[in-house]
């Protein structure tokens, strides 16, 4: 056995180490944010698990119901959602929660009222579940005025007021990208270990890419700027290369390119 080997592995950056490191920079911090997310990344392996195991668990398939934005849930939907919110809730830090999968927000009870607002997908492209194409959970955190008097102004700050976002990839691999406004970070989590690993530090979206995405079935809809873009992409007059069209048709998968 290579001791020395397995006594390197426990230096990795985990996602937990990386939380406490952030909370060190600000002292005032009593750990409530950090408790918070370690009950997203806990979401995020219970879905990870379950979208390995969709076929076997017959999980793919409809669950006859349609969530707020008149799309049918599909069965693993529906989980992730009560995976998620349930987990959020026993969390203690939350206040309000706003699903796509959800009508109405969820105000959280008093004994287990925080100071936190979550808006989360659950399961972001899940109708590509049969397909085999990577899907995900998008999520943002903000942070409440007055956690005995919410509101649904609360949700509705800008996206500036935001002090996390993130989203995890379900795919070959399992992918958790996270902003806590000191740069971006990418964890992949290792399923030996169960945890989430720091592989991609510090990730930044290149000032000019070379690739697009785009739904091209609606360009008959699109503004004259929009066409003109798309068309440049296509046919640079600078005589550079075209650039690549990547269209998967899902937030997480495409972001994902870009980053």
Same mark, same amino acid.
């Given at each position: 056995?290579?001791h ?21 920079r600000?002292p005032?911090?009593?750990?409530d ?8 990344v806990?979401?995020?392996? $219970? ?6 195991k ?5 999980? =793919? ?7 707020v934005q ?13 995976? $998620?919110?349930?987990?959020?809730? %026993?969390s ?13 927000a =969820? ?19 899940? %109708?590509n ?8 959970t998008?999520?943002?955190i903000?942070?409440i ?17 935001? =002090? ?6 379900? /795919? ?8 806590? /406004?000191n740069?971006?970070?990418g ?12 592989t991609h ?11 697009y ?13 929009t ?16 650039? %690549?069209?990547?269209y ?12």
């Open positions: 056995m290579d020395a080997a397995d006594a390197q592995r426990t230096d990795l950056m985990t996602i937990t180490r990386h939380a406490l490191n952030e909370q060190g600000h005032e911090s009593r750990g944010f950090t408790i918070l997310l370690s009950h997203i806990l979401g995020c392996k $219970f879905v990870a698990s379950a979208v390995n969709a076929g076997l668990a017959k999980l =793919i398939g409809l669950a006859g119901e349609t969530n008149g799309e049918e849930q599909k069965k693993l939907d529906v989980l992730s959602n009560e995976v $998620f919110v349930k987990a959020l809730v %026993s203690g830090r939350t206040c309000v929660l706003v699903s796509e999968e959800n009508e109405a =969820i105000f959280v009870d008093a004994p287990l009222r925080g100071k936190y607002c979550v808006c989360f997908d659950p399961l972001d492209g899940s %109708s579940i049969d397909c085999g194409v990577s899907i995900g998008i999520f943002g903000y942070m005025k007055d956690k005995d008097n919410a509101t649904l102004e609360d949700v509705l700050q800008p996206g500036t007021n935001m =002090i996390a976002a993130g989203y995890c990839m379900y /795919g070959s691999s399992c992918t958790l990208v996270l902003s806590t /406004g740069g971006v970070n964890f992949t989590l290792d399923p030996s270990l169960g945890e989430f690993i720091l530090p510090n990730i930044k979206i290149p000032n000019k890419g070379k690739i995405s785009v739904n091209e079935g609606n360009a008959r809809n699109w503004d004259a700027p066409a003109k873009y798309v068309e440049r992409c296509k046919f640079p007059q600078d005589g550079s290369s075209p650039k %690549s069209l990547r998967i048709g899902r937030s997480v998968s495409v972001f994902q390119l870009f980053v």
